[in-house]
């Protein structure tokens, strides 16, 4: 099995930034991925991190550290159309993937 | 590509009845996976298949859901006899190999009520 935690929600305000933090426990770590699921929907991929360092996409950049357990998403210029739930969820030897609880991100004017 | 199909999106059924829940992954997806999601215990996976074959099943709840994928192009997810509290959303993903950052990409889910 595996812990997961992320915080459960988020407030920021727009055009502002948000990092949103996650730590893990597992065994046969194999790859950190991170979903954006607005509320109704299904998630949807933002990124991907098996090294350690910073992956850039845009707004959106994540951020691992394989030897802390520690990963962190971050969200620029946020936008109204940003607040959502964002999923780490963590990939293992076996290719299964297992997913905290989400982080609600609300984005005010 | 149309994306995952799901269907239907939503189920309302009793208690005691079977619910079939259906998947068309992407095609040329070798990997396919069935999810839940609740409020309480948040996204987990219940099975997943590699080329049709089952792979892990662990997540399964209990005897009462039952999994095929009799082809490349469709599954289903049964649950018999349904309880109330079976009710969640169920999603459906397929990926296309497990090689380093493969994505799984979801369906757009059937949301299940059991009364």
């Known amino acids: 099995g595996q812990n997961i935690d992320q915080p459960t929600e988020m407030t920021a305000t727009e055009g502002a930034i948000v990092q949103i933090n996650c730590t893990y426990q597992?065994?046969?770590?194999?790859?950190l991925f991170w979903y954006q699921q607005h509320a109704g929907e299904a998630p949807t991929f933002l990124s991907y991190?098996?090294?350690?360092g910073l992956e850039e996409k845009g707004r959106f950049s994540s951020f691992l550290s394989r030897s802390k357990g520690y990963s962190y998403l971050l969200l620029k210029e946020l936008q109204m159309k940003d607040s959502a739930s964002y999923l780490c969820?963590?990939?293992?030897?076996?290719?299964?993937?297992?997913f905290g609880a989400g982080t609600t991100v609300t984005v005010r004017a | 590509d149309a994306g995952v199909i799901q269907s239907p999106r939503h189920e309302v059924t009793e208690m005691g009845q079977e619910v079939t829940l259906r998947c068309k992954p992407i095609?040329?997806?070798?990997?396919l996976f069935w999810y839940r999601q609740t409020m309480m215990r948040g996204l987990e996976l219940l099975i997943y298949?590699?080329?049709?074959?089952?792979?892990?099943d662990s997540g399964m709840p209990e005897d009462r859901f039952s999994a095929k994928m009799p082809n490349a192009s469709f599954s289903t997810l049964k649950i018999q006899p349904s309880e109330p509290r079976d009710s969640a959303v169920y999603f459906c993903?397929?990926?296309?190999?497990?090689?380093?950052?493969?994505?799984?990409?979801f369906g757009p889910g059937t949301r299940l009520l059991v009364l």
């Open positions: 993903a397929s990926s296309l190999g497990q090689g380093a950052g493969e994505t799984q990409y």
């Open positions: 597992t065994s046969g770590f194999n790859g």
């Open positions: 991190n098996v090294l350690d």
């Open positions: 969820a963590v990939r293992r030897g076996d290719y299964k993937l297992s």
């Open positions: 095609s040329g997806h070798d990997y």
């Open positions: 298949f590699n080329n049709n074959v089952p792979i892990d």
